[in-house]
């Protein structure tokens, strides 16, 4: 797992990444709260707390309050996310293989000038044009997840923010980033800076793809423009305002709170529309509190 920390007018940050199918470490910096990604998904029950356990362990120990403020995602965010992955996987099984193999041919073939590198440069692009597609895993699987401490180098994270944000369709992770930034940014800081009596500092904890939270935690202009210019509920689904802050008693979850945190969107009549279709049975299912054992 890498690092990095940073410093907004509300709060100091240390941001963890890490793959998500690898065990995120303990985090190298003492936190006064933690944020955790939950990969799109509304429910708590849905989500997969593997990848954090060692961070809410840490949490737990220090009595530090854990949020959860990432969104559901919209069923045309789903569609789009399973259709790129469907497709890397089929095309990057094969392509990825020719790829490589003919980036072997073409490095021979200039070592024995049996090519020119004019001709190497057009051939490389080709090589690389059908390695991209799982160009993503390579990068997660091969370089991040030998990269451990803090981040030195920007260009392998910002390159893994491009490649999921093609494979899950543009906006997707970009709005993802912001509603977050924008909810710790507004909300969770102020209110530990409250407690505290001074800067409070919050970890977070996401995958490799979401290094675009960075800049928008330290600009938010930008966070609060991508807000307003979208139509969000194309990306996510109704009441994306709405974050969770988990309770612990003995090591174990006693309830989940849930904390509406107002953000003010673009407002069109399509948006307006969408929340007034909201089923009594989804009404209730997210403003009822959820308790756990």
């Known amino acids: 797992m890498a690092w990095t920390t940073i410093e907004t ?4 940050y240390i941001l963890l990444f890490g793959t998500h199918f690898s065990e995120r470490e303990r985090s190298p910096v003492g936190f006064d709260a933690l944020i955790i990604e939950n990969n799109g998904a509304y429910a708590y ?21 854990v949020w959860l403020t990432d969104v559901e995602l919209s069923e045309e965010s789903e569609r789009r996310f399973f259709i790129g992955n469907a497709l890397q996987a089929a095309i990057g099984s094969v392509g990825g293989g020719v790829g490589v193999v003919k980036t072997s041919e073409n490095m021979l073939a200039l070592k024995k000038k049996k090519i020119t590198r004019r001709q190497f440069a057009k051939r490389m692009a080709i090589s690389l044009g059908l390695i991209m597609p799982f160009g993503r895993n390579v990068l997660e699987g091969l370089i991040l997840q030998n990269l ?7 260009k392998y994270w910002n390159a893994t923010t491009k490649i999921d944000e093609f494979v899950m369709g543009k906006g997707v992770l970009e709005i993802r980033n912001a509603i977050t930034a924008e909810k710790s940014e507004k909300f969770i800081a102020p209110e530990l800076a409250k407690k505290l009596g001074r800067k409070p500092v919050i970890a977070m904890n996401w995958g490799a793809g979401h290094y675009g939270i960075r800049e928008l935690l330290l600009n938010p202009a930008k966070r609060r423009e991508i807000i307003r210019k979208n139509n969000l509920y194309e990306y996510v689904k109704p009441y994306y305002e709405r974050s969770r802050r988990i309770i612990f008693e003995n090591s174990k979850i006693k309830n ?11 407002k069109t009549g399509s948006q307006a529309n969408k929340i007034g279709k909201i089923s009594r049975r989804d009404f209730f299912r997210r403003f009822t509190p959820r308790r756990h054992a």
């Open 9 to 12: 007018k509300n709060a100091k």
């Open 45 to 65: 029950d849905s989500m997969n707390l593997t990848d954090h356990k060692n961070l809410l362990k840490q949490a737990i120990e220090e009595n530090k309050p």
């Open 148 to 154: 451990s401490g803090k981040i030195k180098n920007e």
């Open 256 to 266: 989940i709170e849930e904390v509406m945190q107002v953000i003010k969107p673009k």
